[in-house]
């Protein structure tokens, strides 16, 4: 609220109780609740209608606070008149119940049609004295008529004015027509629209109720009026209660009536001054005017056009800083865009660069294979010539045994040959996608050299070589490692020096033990040195990359596919070794390598194993393979040996013959795996299903060209007991069996 409001409510308030002070006795102040001894004396007459009358009803006009209104929260009627006639009742003993009636002035005809005893808010001076229908009480309340008129506006009573009252009140009309005949009248529906009247110019002042105007002054709207005289005229309010018209037009009264009237007038004479002035002040400071926010903004109008505009010169600002910031922005994420497109181009350049390098690594790579290609078509071709050559001869030469025997040994040596080929490349296909486990096991390294210097004695012989040994400084013979991958690194290092050694030449091949740091372990050294035709400084950069051979023409006469010494470099690397090589051509070459071992607790002691006979003799085979010429290889093979052979041409025809045979009457079964109908799988898994064990259990040795070591731990997983590879090495077929049949 604002300060000069809060002021002229305080101002109100004082002389509203100056005005109380003055008009109230000097016992004003005593006991103002005490209420015991203000009863009235009534008739006999007064009593028995009070006694019989019950529930009187009182119309209310509402809608002139602080006079009579409405309380909006609790829905009850309240006012400064609802108080006094609460005073009336309890001095009389009479019960009122109020209702609401609309505001404005009431007439005959309104009292005649309402449903109510009595009407509460009649003012006397706007009661005609020729009117009937109405009998009105003794005044319970006056209240001044003020004039309002603008500030800075001259009231003058005497002059010619037009004053706005509210309309209805002929009664009000010919009193001021009387008092101030000076005065044009303004008729108007509402106190606002008087208030209206004066702020247009239409009127020079208001007259209006002195506790009803000065609330509705309260409003910021009418800030620039003030009350400037107060009338000789005044409002008295009395209760109306209406009386039938009689045929003389005459109020025909009532007993009743008259008995009401009467006491209703005893109560008003004795009404406590001092609660009425209570009430006035109450409900004039009480029901002030509440500001609404549109008040707010009225009174402060000027100030919140200039906060607006104050805040709408910011929010340009803001606008125009934004734009300053967006742009600047703009320019940041440009730059930012420029160095990213920089750095974008660089990459691709650097990519540029890469792809350059990796295209110029596949040509070198397409490159080698082409090459690796070229070689391998080259080396398969030697034997599969010399294979189809001397079968030719063989053919032309069947009853002369010796020239047989020649052609049959060397088509047997350009077989082994031509396996040779396909298993190095076999070797390094597993080795470059990392299938490759290694597994320590009991070695004897001393054996091992020897072993893979026995398989190329009769090549020694033939080039009338001179292989030694040399172990002499060797302490601890018996280690862990991987046995087979360290053979295979013997042999291709024997197989390249035999292969490249020139007639007459010596191989020495020297074991030496170097102590080592590691407690349990020892470290090898292990030389292979030949005085073969050697290699080129520039080969020898090359060796042990894959497809990389030699050509000289002294080389290029020597058989191979290149992919030997990458395999022996890749096996080294995985067994933690190290592989280094000498050479100058036609001095010889040399090839160093050293390993670190874990030395075996208790040393392995020889087989006590006998030889095998090879005597199958009895044994039953069931031999499953698709393929004819296998068939036939394998089932002469297994017939030379004593076994009795069935065949099957697929996995699922197997099954059958197995399921349809009594127990033991199979003792083994050699599966090939890539089969039409049922594979070699399935059909191993699903004579492993059978219901009688003793045919579950029936022996299956895979026969098949998958070689690897995943393709034996897959053959394994199915149920099969061992795996050979094809083509079969009747050894090893042999020895296979053996250790079945024997363990069965």
């Excluded at 190095?424 to 299938?435: A, F, H, R």
């Excluded at 050479?583 to 874990?598: A, I, R, Y």
């Excluded at 290889?633 to 197995?658: C, R």
Aim: net charge negative.
């Amino acid at each position: 609220m604002n300060r000069n409001i809060f002021f002229k409510s305080i101002r109100s308030f004082f002389i509203l109780l100056l005005c109380s002070i003055l008009i109230l006795p000097t016992d004003v102040f005593a006991a103002q609740t005490d209420i015991e001894d203000t009863s009235i004396k009534l008739s006999k007459e007064e009593q028995a209608y009070c006694d019989r009358a019950g529930e009187i009803t009182i119309g209310c006009p509402i809608n002139n606070c602080p006079m009579l209104f409405k309380n909006e929260k609790t829905g009850q009627l309240e006012g400064i008149i609802i108080d006094v006639l609460d005073m009336v009742s309890e001095t009389t003993g009479l019960t009122f119940r109020y209702q609401a009636l609309p505001s404005g002035s009431i007439s005959y005809e309104d009292l005649q049609r309402l449903d109510v005893d009595i009407v509460a808010g009649v003012e006397s001076n706007e009661i005609n004295e020729h009117a009937v229908g109405i009998v009105l009480t003794d005044s319970y309340l006056h209240a001044a008529k003020v004039f309002v008129c603008k500030k800075g506006t001259e009231f003058h009573p005497d002059g010619a004015m037009t004053i706005a009252v509210n309309s209805g009140s002929e009664t009000l009309e010919r009193v001021i027509q009387e008092q101030y005949p000076q005065f044009q009248v303004l008729f108007c529906n509402s106190t606002e629209e008087a208030l209206s009247a004066l702020l247009s110019g239409k009127a020079d002042a208001v007259l209006q109720n002195q506790y009803t105007i000065e609330r509705i002054l309260r409003k910021p709207i009418y800030e620039n009026l003030r009350i400037v005289a107060t009338a000789s005229i005044g409002d008295s309010q009395c209760l109306g209660c209406f009386v039938p018209i009689g045929e003389n037009k005459q109020n025909i009264i009532s007993d009743d009536t008259e008995l009401l009237i009467s006491i209703l007038n005893k109560g008003i004479d004795n009404l406590d001054q001092s609660r009425v002035s209570f009430s006035i002040i109450k409900e004039t400071s009480e029901n002030a005017y509440q500001f609404t926010i549109w008040d707010m903004m009225h009174r402060y109008r000027f100030a919140m056009i200039g906060l607006f505009i104050s805040l709408l010169f910011i929010l340009i600002l803001l606008r125009k800083n934004r734009i300053l910031h967006q742009k600047r922005r703009e320019q940041m994420e440009a730059q930012k865009r420029a160095k990213q497109l920089a750095a974008i181009n660089a990459q691709m350049k650097e990519q540029q660069l890469l792809l350059k390098d990796a295209l110029k690594r596949a040509e070198e790579g397409n490159h080698a294979k082409t090459s690796f290609l070229f070689n391998m078509s080259h080396d398969i071709r030697t034997p599969m010539n010399a294979i189809l050559g001397f079968t030719e001869i063989a053919c032309h030469n069947i009853n002369d045994s010796a020239k047989l025997k020649d052609c049959l040994e060397k088509i047997q040596s350009s077989g082994k040959l031509l396996l040779q080929l396909i298993n190095d490349v076999l070797n390094m296909t597993e080795i470059e996608s990392g299938k490759i486990t290694l597994t320590e096991d009991y070695c004897n390294l001393k054996e091992c050299i020897e072993k893979a210097a026995d398989i190329f004695q009769e090549e020694i012989e033939k080039k009338h070589l001179t292989l030694q040994t040399d172990t002499s400084t060797l302490k601890d013979e018996w280690v862990y490692c991987d046995n087979l991958h360290f053979s295979q690194i013997l042999f291709n290092l024997l197989s390249n020096a035999v292969k490249f050694s020139r007639p007459n030449g010596n191989i020495l091949v020297t074991l030496t033990q170097n102590p080592c740091a590691i407690q349990e372990y020892a470290s090898y050294e292990i030389r292979v040195k030949d005085n073969g035709i050697g290699m080129s400084p520039e080969f020898l950069c090359h060796i042990f990359e894959p497809f990389e051979r030699e050509h000289t023409s002294t080389i290029s006469q020597t058989q191979g596919t290149g992919l030997g010494m990458s395999i022996t470099k890749n096996l080294v690397d995985l067994m933690d070794g190290t592989i280094r090589v000498t050479s100058e051509l036609h001095k010889g070459t040399e090839f160093v390598l050293q390993f670190t071992f874990k030395l075996q607790e208790q040393a392995q002691q020889p087989s006590t194993e006998t030889v095998s006979t090879n005597d199958f003799s009895g044994k039953r085979l069931l031999l499953v393979d698709d393929n004819e010429l296998n068939m036939e290889i394998a089932e002469e093979l297994l017939l030379e040996a004593g076994f009795l052979v069935e065949t099957a041409e697929n996995g699922q025809i197997s099954v059958e013959m197995v399921q349809n045979s009594e127990a033991g009457y199979y003792d083994a079964i050699l599966m090939d795996i890539q089969m039409p109908v049922m594979d070699g799988y399935q059909a191993s898994r699903e004579i492993r299903s059978l219901e009688n064990k003793d045919l579950a259990e029936i022996p299956i040795i895979a026969l098949t060209a998958n070689a690897f070591d995943e393709d034996k731990k897959e053959a394994l997983a199915n149920g099969m007991n061992a795996h050979i590879a094809k083509p079969l090495d009747v050894a090893v077929l042999y020895e296979t069996l053996e250790k079945i049949l024997k363990d069965k």
